[in-house]
């Protein structure tokens, strides 16, 4: 009885192996797939800690406060500097970005090139334009206009410029042949009472 049993529990057990479920081709490649995924996210993993590690080495170039110094107040974007953030506010504004020049000393933002070129001069201390009148120099030659009519006059005969009111006064003579100083010897006149003097001293006395 006891081999009998053991018969048919043998073959009882050997049954069950033969019919239990074997790994199909598509399982298989399933799991080396798998396998793939996983040394894929392994090396990203691995990638991601060497950054972090070297982020964390790096000293830090500026604080959070700092940071959000430069933040635009249309779109709260953040900026690094007051010029980037100049810059971009003229995206809200709809001026021209193309039409941008900054400053490389001040960081100051000008509207084109040749408003630059005379910002500079600001910084150089360049004074091209000279005031032929009294030696004053200027950055620009509408700063030297506007010097010349506020400091100076202009003859409205012949459009010469001189350094006061005074000098003009003399001037208007040589048009009108005015001469209210007169040599009491000779009885010449004189626009000025220099060329008078001059005269007196000189021509009167030798004779």
């Known amino acids: 009885f006891s081999s009998s049993f053991t018969s048919v529990h043998f073959v009882k057990k050997t049954s069950e192996t033969s019919q239990s479920p074997q790994p199909s081709s598509a399982t298989k490649e399933t799991a080396s797939d798998s396998i793939q995924n996983i040394s894929a996210v392994v090396e990203d993993l691995d990638a991601l800690a060497v950054l972090a590690q070297h982020s964390l080495s790096e000293p830090k170039i500026s604080?959070?406060?700092?940071?959000?110094?430069?933040?635009?107040?249309?779109?709260?974007?953040?900026?690094?500097?007051?010029?980037?953030?100049?810059?971009?506010?003229?995206?809200?504004?709809?001026?021209?970005?193309?039409?941008?020049?900054?400053?490389?000393?001040?960081?100051?933002?000008?509207?084109?090139?040749?408003?630059?070129?005379?910002?500079?001069?600001?910084?150089?201390?360049?004074?091209?334009?000279?005031?032929?009148?009294?030696?004053?120099?200027?950055?620009?030659?509408?700063?030297?206009?506007?010097?010349?009519?506020?400091?100076?006059?202009?003859?409205?005969?012949?459009g010469k410029s001189f350094a006061c009111q005074s000098a003009l006064n003399i001037h208007y003579r040589s048009h009108t042949k005015e001469r209210p100083f007169i040599c009491t010897t000779c009885n010449r006149g004189f626009s000025t009472k220099g060329n008078l003097k001059q005269h007196i001293t000189g021509v009167c006395r030798k004779k």
């Open 63 to 158: 604080s959070e406060k700092s940071f959000f110094k430069h933040k635009c107040q249309l779109c709260t974007k953040v900026f690094g500097s007051d010029s980037a953030l100049q810059t971009h506010l003229r995206s809200h504004t709809g001026e021209r970005m193309t039409d941008l020049n900054e400053c490389i000393i001040c960081h100051r933002i000008l509207s084109c090139q040749s408003a630059l070129r005379m910002h500079y001069r600001t910084h150089t201390g360049e004074r091209p334009y000279q005031c032929k009148l009294c030696s004053r120099a200027f950055t620009t030659k509408g700063n030297l206009k506007t010097h010349q009519v506020v400091h100076h006059t202009n003859c409205d005969l012949c």
